[in-house]
Each structure stands twice: as structure tokens, then as C-alpha cells.
């Protein structure tokens, strides 16, 4: 067993060529909710990766489903992160934002919220972006809710990405706008994400 990350939530780490993701107990948490939470979003995440998968969304393929010891079992995608890919923003690079357009706003339009769009949680791998780690996710269509998730994809690029930037995030709205038809009501709540954002720090 090679363990891979130690998430506030959960250990991730190889086991027979497979990756694994396994929510751990809280000691601080109650036992019966511990358990009854950690079920749930155990569920929750699997719903969130098949509908991804139903959509059309790469993700890397469930092999099984452990309840009673609350692990995922899954396919382990090698590739690179697409926040090292960004990092050398090579020529690629706009069509590889304008992929990550297409997928989220296909998530979008389908009721699917990520919950943490970073590019350390997408894998380029033969000339497509897979998504990894819907923990956070949720099932929604609150245009706010969306527009949150992109706020946190933005925010992931001005820190990781900020070079590059403009250019990166003009090419991932031109996707974006292709496949989800509430694009502009999300775009303006995003907005108004941001005007808040910047009231609070003044």
C-alpha cells in the first residue's frame, strides 16, 4: 500500500494497482454520526462520479464500492495534473482550457457541482481532462451554487496560473458558453461573487 495524500476527510493510496480512497473515523465525531456522515458521502460521491460518467464527463472508472469500510475503489489514471500542464502553457494550452470549458459547463447544465475546481484535481491524460475528487460535490442548479464553482477555478488560476491567465480563462468561457445554456446568469453571479470578494477585503 503507497499512500498517496492524508485529506482532512480521507487517506488516498495504491492498493494493487488500483487507487483507493478511504474515509477515515473522527474521533471527535460522535461514532453513530461519524459513521452515518461518512456513509453518506461515500454514496454521494459515487452518485456524483456516475452522472459525471452518464454526461459524458471523464472520470476515472469505479471498479467497486466497499460500504461497510466506506472505500471507493478506482481505476488509477496515469497522466499529469493539469496544474503542472498549465505551468509550461505550451501551445496546447488553449485548447486544453477550451476541453475544461466544454466539461464543466457540461456538468453544469446537467445539475453536477464539482465542489473544487482546481487543476490539481484534473488529469490530462491522452488529450483529455479527467476529473478527479468529488468529495466536495453536490447535486445542484443554483445558478450560485455554480457560479461558486467556477469562482473557486478562477481563483485556482490567478494563483497557480496567473501568467497565463487572461489567456486561460478567455479560452475555458468560449467552452464553457458551447455547453451550458445558463452561461450568462452564471457569469454575472459570478460577478457578483467577485464585487463581494473585493468589498470584504477592502
Known amino acids: 500500500m503507497k499512500i498517496l495524500k492524508r485529506g482532512a476527510e480521507a487517506v488516498i493510496y495504491l ?30 460521491e459515487v452518485r456524483l462520479m456516475g452522472e459525471a460518467r452518464r454526461v459524458g464527463i471523464d472520470v476515472p472508472s469505479i471498479v467497486s464500492v466497499n460500504e461497510k ?39 453544469h447544465f446537467n445539475g453536477i457541482v464539482h465542489g473544487d475546481l482546481t487543476t490539481s484535481n484534473m488529469i ?3 488529450n483529455k481532462v479527467y476529473f478527479i475528487d468529488f ?21 485556482a488560476f490567478k494563483s497557480t496560473h496567473f501568467k497565463y491567465l487572461n489567456v486561460l480563462w478567455e479560452s475555458f468561457i468560449k467552452g464553457y458558453r458551447q455547453t451550458n445554456t445558463n452561461w450568462e446568469e452564471v457569469l454575472k453571479a459570478l ?8 468589498y470584504i477585503r477592502r
Open 191 to 198: 460577478e457578483n461573487i467577485e464585487k463581494r470578494g473585493r
Open 124 to 126: 490530462l491524460k491522452n
Open 15 to 44: 492498493k494493487n494497482e488500483h487507487l483507493v480512497k478511504e474515509r477515515v473515523k473522527k474521533s471527535y465525531r460522535i461514532s453513530e454520526i461519524d459513521l452515518k456522515l461518512r456513509k453518506e458521502r461515500t454514496r454521494k
Open 135 to 155: 468529495g466536495l460535490g453536490e447535486f445542484s442548479r443554483r445558478i450560485e451554487d455554480l457560479a461558486t464553482d467556477l469562482e473557486v477555478l478562477r481563483e
Open 69 to 107: 469500510e466506506n472505500k471507493i475503489i478506482m481505476e488509477y489514471l496515469v497522466g499529469e495534473r493539469l496544474k503542472e500542464f498549465f505551468e509550461r502553457a505550451d501551445n496546447k494550452a488553449k485548447e486544453i482550457a477550451k476541453k475544461l470549458g466544454n466539461a464543466v459547463g457540461t456538468m
